[in-house]
């Protein structure tokens, strides 16, 4: 399957998730990752015919950055996914206040708390050293992050090689969901995503902590 097609059929799966929780709850909502690969999805999903009025729209994680700059996931679906038809969705970011750290781990926590739950929908990424969201490989914060125990929804993260401090939600939190799928590109990503559900070892390949759970199945949508 191409690029193409494959973010078509995500997009739809997604939009009948959208759909099934408006139907039945009147709200529904959507988490979605930053980088390169959803800019495609985030084009079809803009376009999709749903009432967006009733879906929240937050983010797995973000660069602690100030506002409107280039390098925020928040940046990227301000521009490609909340436009269109999807224009009237509600969106929470994860930067409040770029100029305190603390502050907008106090104000963040507060805000995620209104995107309802379970989330119908979590999509996640995937880097080439298998972090997903901003739960890196070597990080200080990636045992309290993949701590299933760990009642905080966000944690903040000091990724060790990539820049900018991050703000992400935990393992925990993001499992939390109707549905859990991981949108890669690559043949190289998909040997990276193999070698992690081969090895089960979450904390030196953090994707393994989705793949290999109990609570909810991680859909794998990929094309090379």
Not at 59 to 75: Q, S, T, W, Y
Not at 105 to 111: L, Q, R, S, V, Y
Request: proline share 5%; charged share 20%; with cysteine.
């Amino acid at each position: 399957m191409d690029r193409t097609n494959l973010d078509l059929q995500l997009a739809n799966r997604i939009a009948e998730a959208l759909n099934a929780d408006i139907e039945a709850n009147n709200c529904a909502s959507l988490l979605v990752s930053g980088g390169s690969t959803p800019k495609g999805l985030f084009k079809l999903l803009s376009e999709t015919e749903l009432d967006w009025s009733k879906v929240t729209i937050g983010l797995v994680d973000d660069r602690f950055l100030p506002d409107a700059h280039k390098d925020l996931n928040a940046a990227m679906v301000n521009e490609l996914l909340l436009v269109n038809q999807a224009a009237a969705a509600n969106f929470i970011p994860l930067v409040f206040d770029a100029n305190d750290f603390a502050n907008n781990m106090e104000i963040a926590t507060e805000m995620v708390r209104e995107i309802p739950r379970p989330f119908s929908c979590v999509v996640l990424g995937m880097g080439g050293d298998s972090h997903t969201a901003s739960l890196f490989p070597e990080a200080e914060a990636l045992k309290a992050g993949m701590d299933k125990n760990n009642p905080n929804d966000l944690i903040g993260v000091v990724p060790p090689v990539a820049p900018y401090h991050r703000v992400s939600f935990t393992r925990r939190a993001l499992l939390n969901s109707k549905n859990l799928f991981l949108h890669i590109y690559g043949d190289d990503k998909k040997e990276v995503f193999e070698t992690a559900k081969t090895s089960g070892d979450e904390l030196t390949h953090p994707i393994a902590g989705f793949i290999n759970q109990p609570e909810l199945s991680l859909e794998l949508f990929w094309a090379s």
